[in-house]
C-alpha cells in the first residue's frame, strides 16, 4: 500500500530552519541565473531537475518555498521512506519500482494530487543520479504515464541545478528554468521535453561560466 504525503506546517517550519542553515553551512552562495516563468494559475505542474546529487531534492524545496510557491509533492522509495518518515509530512509518498501495483498506484495518486492547481509534483526524468556533463543525456519515458488523464490539468516545468566553484572555500548552488511545456506537446512528441531540458542544462553551464545571474537567494528575493 503506498504511503501517501501528510503535509504538516510545523514539520515544514522546523525543516525549513535546518535546511536554509544546511544550506548556507555547505554553500556559498545560491545564484539563480533567472527567475522561474508565472505558472497558469489554473494548472498544477509537474517539475523535472536534472539529478546531479544528493542535495537535488534540497535545492528544489529552496527555490520552490522563495519563488514557485506550490505545494511541492515528491515520490520517494518505499524502502527509503519507511526509514525516513520525517519526509512524508514535507510532501514525500512512496514508490515501489519493482512492483507493479505500487506503480500503479501511485500513477493514481499522482494523478490525483494534479488534479489540484495549488500542488506541484518533482519528478526526475533521467531515473537516477547522473554527472552533470554527461552527454547524451537519456529521459525515461514514465513521466508520459503521469501525463495521461490529467494533460489538460498541469503544464511540465524543466529545471536545472549546477554546483559550481569559484573563488570561495565552499561552492555555489546555481539554479535555471527552463520554459513552460503543454502536457499534450510531451505527450504528441517526448523530444519536445528532451529538447528544453538539454537546452536548459547547456544555457545554465554558459550562465555559470559568465557568472550572469538574476538574484542570489542567500541575500533574499
Excluded at 518505499?78 to 526509514?83: G, I
Aim: aromatic share 16%; glycine share 4%.
Amino acid at each position: 500500500m503506498i504511503i501517501e504525503a501528510k503535509h504538516n506546517r510545523t514539520a515544514f517550519f522546523i525543516f525549513n530552519f535546518y535546511l536554509n542553515r544546511l544550506l548556507r553551512k555547505n554553500f556559498s552562495n545560491f545564484f539563480l541565473v533567472n527567475l522561474p516563468p508565472e505558472l497558469p494559475k489554473n494548472k498544477s505542474v509537474i517539475i523535472t531537475p536534472n539529478h546531479m546529487s544528493w542535495w537535488d531534492g534540497f535545492f528544489l524545496h529552496q527555490v520552490n518555498i522563495k519563488s514557485i510557491k506550490k505545494n511541492l509533492y515528491f515520490m520517494m522509495l518505499r524502502k527509503q521512506l519507511d526509514r525516513f518518515w520525517f519526509f512524508k509530512y514535507l510532501g514525500a509518498y512512496s514508490i515501489q519500482p519493482d512492483n507493479p501495483k505500487s506503480i500503479s498506484e501511485t500513477i493514481r495518486y499522482t494523478k490525483k494530487i494534479l488534479v489540484n492547481h495549488k500542488n506541484a509534483v518533482a519528478f526526475y526524468p533521467q531515473g537516477e543520479i547522473e554527472p552533470y556533463d554527461k552527454r547524451p543525456i537519456n529521459l525515461k519515458g514514465g513521466l508520459q504515464l503521469f501525463l495521461r488523464d490529467v494533460k489538460n490539468e498541469c503544464v511540465v516545468l524543466p529545471i536545472a541545478f549546477k554546483i559550481q566553484y569559484y573563488n570561495e572555500k565552499y561552492p555555489a548552488i546555481i539554479f535555471r528554468s527552463g520554459g513552460i511545456i503543454s502536457a499534450n506537446e510531451i505527450l504528441n512528441d517526448f523530444n519536445v521535453l528532451e529538447s528544453e531540458f538539454v537546452a536548459n542544462l547547456d544555457a545554465l553551464n554558459e550562465s555559470a561560466s559568465s557568472k550572469k545571474f538574476a538574484v542570489d537567494l542567500f541575500a533574499g528575493i
